[in-house]
């Protein structure tokens, strides 16, 4: 499946702003989909994921009750709903697609992945 991120952008802090990321290729409605961050010299830090038919969520700690992932079966992308952003938001975000069901937290469980989309957080 190829994926396809946009949204990205420069938003001041308190801010939101809605990423999504639209897939192609293969039947979306087989993959569980996930949101990841990176930051220069540091680890892809995994953000969100959602399962196939999206009724399981997760989130991590550091975003959950400010980002919401949804997705759209119909219309074979998923989105990264992003409020109250902070400074350290502040990276490049990727969607990346898996076979396992549920929502995979582990990098490693996503074989196919998009182009990262860069979100700057103005203080």
């Known amino acids: 499946v190829q994926l396809q991120a946009s949204g990205g952008g420069l938003v001041q802090a308190g801010g939101c702003l809605r990423l999504?990321?639209?897939?192609?290729?293969?039947?979306?409605?087989?993959?569980?989909m996930g949101w990841f961050r990176q930051v220069p010299g540091k680890e892809r830090e995994f953000v969100a994921a959602?399962?196939?038919?999206?009724?399981?969520?997760s989130y991590a700690d550091s975003v959950k009750g400010r980002f919401t992932i949804s997705r759209d079966n119909a219309k074979n992308t998923v989105f990264l709903q992003m409020n109250s952003l902070k400074p350290e938001d502040t990276a490049v975000y990727s969607c990346?697609?898996?076979?396992?069901?549920?929502?995979?937290?582990?990098?490693?469980?996503?074989?196919?992945w998009g182009q990262g989309t860069q979100l700057t957080v103005s203080s």
């Open positions: 959602i399962s196939r038919n999206g009724y399981i969520t």
């Open positions: 999504s990321c639209a897939a192609s290729g293969r039947t979306f409605s087989d993959y569980s």
């Open positions: 990346a697609a898996s076979k396992r069901d549920g929502a995979p937290r582990r990098s490693y469980d996503y074989a196919s």
